[in-house]
């Protein structure tokens, strides 16, 4: 099973800043949190990870408690192009397995 | 992302037919992964490889196999295809750059349905 718990669904005005939370209250001291999205049927793609500290690419923002026990994922400025089911993992990364739930499907509208 | 490629990109086959996916990168990634999705629901891991002499069974390996025929090029063979492997595959690649972290990579995926 996951070890996060994400909302189904979100919507989001375009050009609003999109915030995606997710809770993984069981992570442990040396687990990351990382986010990936899935536009339609393609492929994963990466968007950012995170340890403790708060990130920052040029896709997202990723703002991690200070108890690690929950985050969320910000797209500053939301397009229709981020359309997309958004998954939150946590993983300790060596042993290659990312486990995906069903992540949070953001509608961006007009 | 173009560095992983994924051939065929759809196939239809018939029940029993020995089925071959393949995936290459030019990442230079040592590891290499397949996961499987099925309609609604997230990805599941099959098998994956952390290097060319090294592989690992994942979440769902039964009625799978794999070959790591060299750094870039990781295999997945279905011997005897049943229709419930009707599914979307995916490869996916990583560099472990340091403990922890190990971001992977995707590619296009393979849209598979067996008759």
């Known amino acids: 099973d996951a070890k996060t718990t994400q909302p189904p669904s979100m919507d989001c005005a375009e050009g609003r800043a999109a915030n995606l939370p997710c809770n993984h209250s069981t992570i442990s001291g040396n687990e990351y949190v990382y986010w990936y999205r899935q536009i339609h049927s393609q492929g994963p793609q990466y968007i950012i990870h995170g340890l403790k500290n708060n990130e920052t690419n040029e896709m997202a923002s990723l703002i991690i408690t200070e108890d690690r026990k929950s985050s969320t994922l910000i797209l500053p400025h939301a397009t229709l192009r981020d359309t997309a089911v958004y998954y939150c993992?946590?993983?300790?990364?060596?042993?290659?397995?990312?486990?995906f739930g069903k992540g949070t499907k953001l509608s961006v509208k007009p | 992302d173009a560095d992983v490629t994924q051939t065929p990109r759809n196939r239809i086959t018939k029940t029993g037919k020995r089925i071959m996916l393949e995936c290459s990168q030019t990442?230079?990634?040592?590891?290499m992964y397949w996961y499987r999705q099925d309609p609604g629901l997230g990805l599941r891991l099959i098998y994956y490889s952390f290097d060319v002499k090294d592989i690992n069974k994942g979440e769902i390996s039964d009625g799978y196999s794999v070959s790591r025929q060299a750094q870039a090029k990781f295999s997945l063979s279905l011997e005897s295809a049943i229709p419930n492997q009707t599914a979307l595959y995916f490869c996916?690649?990583?560099?472990?750059?340091?403990?922890?972290?190990?971001?992977?990579?995707f590619g296009p995926g393979t849209r598979l349905t067996v008759l």
């Open positions: 990442k230079g990634h040592d590891r």
């Open positions: 993992i946590v993983t300790g990364g060596s042993q290659g397995n990312l486990i």
């Open positions: 996916a690649t990583s560099d472990l750059k340091f403990a922890g972290t190990d971001t992977q990579y």
